[in-house]
């Protein structure tokens, strides 16, 4: 009897000691500012190639889009969480019909718009106004290189590079009664593969030419479109075809990736006065074989990029400041997005000779 009261004491003291160490760890974790991340979740679970995935949030769902390969086309699925753990299962968006390389998705309150570009250089368009329940037809609404879209207030922009009848970037808006009417051309100082962003009064596009990169707003003024002058942001810059750009009043953000081969740096400029002067930070080490990701509302914002040793997620949510490093080994194309309070990153990673889509979650303290 003397064992074994002595032999609950001793469980009851390793108990206790396990207990307080444990809370002495968290409360170190909490102390030291580090973000929470999770393990990473498998969210195609396909036998084909799952590539170029792309993130974006519609208040109470967080969607995640991607292209599925076979040797013989390309698929758009979609899946999406209301928890950001469970997950519906991949819906097939797209038939035979259709063959897409990439796809690129913009959200506005329950809208989300997707579009992608056919082997053809046809830009393919649906969308969703009920948080991806019900979804639109395909329709062709353009054709030309490196697309780019925006939805906002004033309505869904799209933006693409043409070679005739002049070099140039071509910009279409989307109309009340779902056709899209060309509204603007941007041919000045060169043109490269576009970003475009849409804020209240208009929208702005981006683009490189020449290792220069370049900034100029569109102004809706009683139903006409009025150009700003065009503005060098960066010049001199190993520039590679990756750009993006966020904008919310005279708040703008635009990155891009600098370099050549396989290594090089991650890039952001951003104005807080509408384009007129910019500031330029150098982010860090990059791969420039992935693209360059950025999430910006106007209250929270979060880049992501290749590393070259994983990826790396910073920004700013909640007011605080937050940068994680995942060490996911062959993790590529990256995308972000901020919901509900934690940033949602997703790329593709070979795993037993077939890419699968992944996702990561991060929150700051």
């Given at each position: 009897?003397?064992?074994?009261?002595?032999?609950k004491?001793?469980?009851r003291i390793?108990v206790?000691?396990?207990?307080?160490?444990s809370?002495?760890?968290?409360l170190l974790?909490?102390?030291?500012?580090e973000?929470?991340?999770?393990r990473?979740?498998?969210i195609?679970?396909?036998?084909?190639?799952?590539v170029?995935?792309?993130a974006?949030?519609?208040?109470?769902r967080i969607h995640?889009?991607?292209?599925?390969?076979?040797l013989?086309?390309?698929?758009?699925?979609?899946?999406?969480?209301?928890?950001?753990k469970?997950w519906?299962?991949?819906?097939?968006m797209?038939?035979d019909?259709?063959?897409?390389?990439?796809?690129?998705?913009?959200?506005?309150?329950?809208?989300?718009?997707?579009?992608?570009m056919?082997r053809?250089s046809?830009?393919?368009?649906?969308?969703?106004?009920?948080?991806?329940?019900?979804?639109?037809?395909p329709?062709?609404?353009g054709?030309?290189?490196?697309?780019?879209?925006?939805?906002?207030e004033?309505?869904?922009?799209?933006?693409?590079?043409v070679k005739?009848?002049?070099?140039g970037?071509r910009?279409?808006?989307?109309?009340?009664?779902?056709?899209?009417?060309?509204i603007a051309s941007?041919?000045?100082?060169g043109?490269?593969?576009?970003a475009i962003?849409?804020?209240?009064g208009?929208?702005c596009?981006?683009?490189?030419f020449n290792d220069?990169?370049y900034?100029?707003?569109?102004l809706?003024?009683?139903?006409?479109?009025?150009?700003?002058?065009t503005?060098?942001v960066?010049?001199?810059?190993d520039?590679?075809k990756?750009?993006?750009?966020?904008?919310?009043?005279?708040?703008i953000?635009?990155?891009?990736l600098?370099?050549?081969?396989?290594?090089?740096?991650?890039h952001?400029?951003?104005?807080?006065?509408g384009?007129?002067?910019?500031?330029?930070?150098?982010l860090?080490?990059?791969?420039?074989?992935?693209?360059?990701?950025?999430?910006?509302?106007g209250?929270?914002?979060?880049?992501?990029?290749n590393?070259?040793?994983?990826?790396?997620?910073?920004g700013?949510?909640e007011?605080r400041?937050?940068?994680?490093?995942?060490?996911?080994?062959?993790?590529e194309?990256p995308?972000?997005?901020?919901?509900?309070?934690?940033?949602?990153?997703v790329?593709?990673r070979?795993?037993?000779?077939?890419?699968?889509?992944?996702?990561?979650?991060?929150s700051?303290k």
């Amino acid at each position: 009897m003397l064992f074994d009261n002595m032999e609950k004491r001793v469980i009851r003291i390793l108990v206790a000691v396990c207990l307080l160490l444990s809370v002495f760890a968290a409360l170190l974790l909490f102390q030291s500012g580090e973000e929470k991340t999770f393990r990473a979740l498998d969210i195609s679970r396909s036998d084909a190639d799952s590539v170029w995935p792309f993130a974006v949030s519609t208040g109470d769902r967080i969607h995640v889009f991607w292209v599925e390969r076979t040797l013989e086309r390309g698929y758009v699925y979609h899946s999406w969480s209301s928890d950001g753990k469970i997950w519906s299962d991949p819906e097939k968006m797209t038939g035979d019909d259709y063959n897409p390389g990439k796809v690129f998705v913009s959200a506005y309150g329950k809208e989300i718009h997707v579009m992608w570009m056919e082997r053809s250089s046809d830009i393919v368009y649906m969308d969703s106004g009920d948080n991806g329940s019900s979804w639109s037809e395909p329709t062709t609404i353009g054709a030309g290189d490196y697309p780019a879209i925006s939805a906002g207030e004033n309505g869904v922009y799209v933006a693409y590079t043409v070679k005739y009848p002049e070099t140039g970037i071509r910009i279409i808006r989307k109309s009340e009664n779902g056709s899209w009417e060309h509204i603007a051309s941007v041919s000045d100082n060169g043109t490269g593969p576009p970003a475009i962003a849409s804020f209240s009064g208009g929208f702005c596009v981006s683009w490189v030419f020449n290792d220069t990169v370049y900034f100029k707003k569109i102004l809706e003024i009683e139903g006409k479109f009025l150009p700003a002058d065009t503005v060098e942001v960066v010049s001199g810059a190993d520039v590679s075809k990756y750009i993006r750009i966020s904008a919310s009043g005279d708040e703008i953000y635009i990155s891009w990736l600098e370099g050549s081969g396989f290594s090089g740096s991650a890039h952001l400029a951003y104005s807080q006065d509408g384009g007129l002067s910019w500031s330029h930070i150098n982010l860090g080490p990059a791969s420039v074989l992935s693209p360059i990701s950025m999430f910006f509302d106007g209250k929270e914002r979060a880049l992501c990029w290749n590393s070259g040793n994983g990826i790396t997620v910073s920004g700013e949510m909640e007011g605080r400041e937050f940068s994680s490093e995942f060490t996911e080994s062959g993790a590529e194309n990256p995308s972000v997005c901020v919901w509900k309070g934690e940033a949602y990153l997703v790329f593709q990673r070979e795993s037993g000779g077939v890419y699968d889509i992944y996702l990561l979650r991060a929150s700051p303290k």
